[in-house]
């Protein structure tokens, strides 16, 4: 579908995928890594509404916008009109059919564990709704572009599939932002590191420093030759590289770093300066950003 519907239409337009499959097999999964991965996800979309969506997003958020629909049993009577806009390249866009499956006993232990009766059972068993779902799902399956089985895959390794299937080398890669800040003005609270510089002499009582910021050259020159910054810096930097491997592999793509110091102006924004500069170099891409720089 997704080479019929590009050589059809010619369009050069973001890429469609449209997520379905059998309940409890990773639809929501699938979904939230496809949103880390920069897509506009809509859920349980109707697939008659499959080209307005396209056209409002692309309206919107311009037709270079990457679409992610989760189409569910739910849908069961629309599935012609979904097959149709696939075949036909009725959006106008690549588009690619993801199913998901599972097999029966890995589906009940699922939604057991869930609590969550199925959309088809009924009054019937369990396993009932599971058959009326493969049912009606089965002319999806033959025509999916990817089949992906998920009776042995844990959560992470689901995400890594769809993430190795669609993601591009800019939304997998991770994205750390170092941020200083004042804790007078409280520690940021998405910060997933915090960092003191509250141990390095303070600027702020020097006179002819006191009215720059972190961002002086002079006032950066001072903290940084103070007894204890490079030391930390030495320690810190490589700390965080670790870290960043890690959130890696575990598919994490925004790593938060605060660093503070007593009101967000001196020491904290030269350490921020300073660290960032060095995860560059690193080959990382970070960002730095100063939450409370010209508060006070």
């Not at 629909?69 to 993801?98: E, K």
């Not at 299937?165 to 800019?170: A, D, I, L, R, V």
Request: proline share 5%; aromatic share 6%; with cysteine.
């Amino acid at each position: 579908m997704a080479e019929g519907s590009e050589t059809e239409q010619g369009q050069a337009g973001g890429p469609l995928v449209v997520v379905t499959g059998m309940t409890g097999a990773g639809r929501s999964t699938a979904a939230k890594e496809l949103e880390d991965l920069g897509y506009y996800v809509v859920d349980n979309l109707p697939p008659s509404l499959l080209r307005d969506v396209v056209r409002l997003v692309d309206e919107s958020r311009g037709p270079q916008q990457p679409i992610a629909v989760v189409v569910d049993v739910r849908s069961g009577s629309f599935f012609g009109t979904l097959q149709a806009n696939l075949a036909h390249g009725a959006t106008g866009r690549r588009a690619t059919l993801v199913f998901l499956e599972a097999t029966d006993e890995v589906l009940v232990r699922r939604q057991e564990a869930a609590r969550r009766p199925h959309p088809l059972q009924g009054t019937g068993r369990l396993l009932d709704g599971l058959e009326r779902e493969r049912a009606v799902l089965s002319d999806l399956r033959g025509g999916a572009d990817l089949l992906i089985d998920t009776s042995a895959l844990n959560v992470h390794q689901l995400t890594a599939r769809i993430r190795e299937s669609f993601g591009t080398e800019e939304s997998t890669r991770l994205h750390i932002r170092v941020v200083s800040f004042g804790f007078k003005y409280g520690i940021p609270v998405d910060a997933d590191y915090v960092a003191d510089m509250r141990f390095l002499p303070n600027p702020h009582w020097i006179p002819e420093l006191r009215p720059g910021t972190g961002r002086d050259a002079e006032v950066a020159s001072y903290v940084l030759s103070q007894p204890g910054a490079a030391e930390f810096l030495d320690a810190y930097v490589p700390v965080l590289t670790g870290v960043a491997e890690g959130y890696l592999r575990e598919g994490k793509r925004f790593m938060r770093v605060a660093v503070g110091c007593t009101g967000g102006k001196h020491r904290s924004v030269a350490m921020t300066e300073e660290i960032t500069r060095r995860l560059c170099a690193l080959g990382h891409h970070a960002t730095a950003t100063h939450r409370d720089l010209g508060r006070e």
